[in-house]
Nanobody, 113 residues
Framework: QVQLVESGGGAVQPGGSLRLSCAASGVIFSANSMGWYRRVPGKQREWVATVTGAGGTYYADSVKGRFAISRDSATSTVYLQMNSLKPEDTAVYLC???????WGQGTQVTVSS
């Protein structure tokens, strides 16, 4: 059974930084692409970033140049480093194993002055 546990969310001021973590278990971590998505009430879930099993990275235009996704196969953890945060980045951030129905519960990020 796949389990994804996100952490690292919180409240920051605009321009601040946060680092999200997603610990995965029950999945062959190195063989799967992992993604971060975000959800805002009343809006469709939005893709943020993907890291492939080979380490390739892809970003939504809205976060390109500010966010960085990475993975640590030794600990089966995927990270999202978020810099220069904006109020519009406020959302619940979720971890996902691409190509599956496996999602984490999410971690809240609030960017506000």
């Amino acid at each position: 059974q796949v389990q994804l546990v996100e952490s690292g969310g919180g409240a920051v001021q605009p321009g601040g930084s946060l680092r999200l973590s997603c610990a995965a278990s029950g999945v062959i971590f190195s063989a799967n692409s992992m993604g971060w998505y975000r959800r805002v009430p009343g809006k469709q879930r939005e893709w943020v970033a993907t890291v492939t099993g080979a380490g390739g990275t892809y970003y939504a235009d809205s976060v390109k140049g500010r966010f960085a996704i990475s993975r640590d196969s030794a600990t089966s953890t995927v990270y999202l480093q978020m810099n220069s945060l904006k109020p519009e980045d406020t959302a619940v951030y979720l971890c996902h194993v691409l190509g599956t129905n496996s999602w984490g519960q999410g971690t809240q990020v609030t960017v506000s002055s």
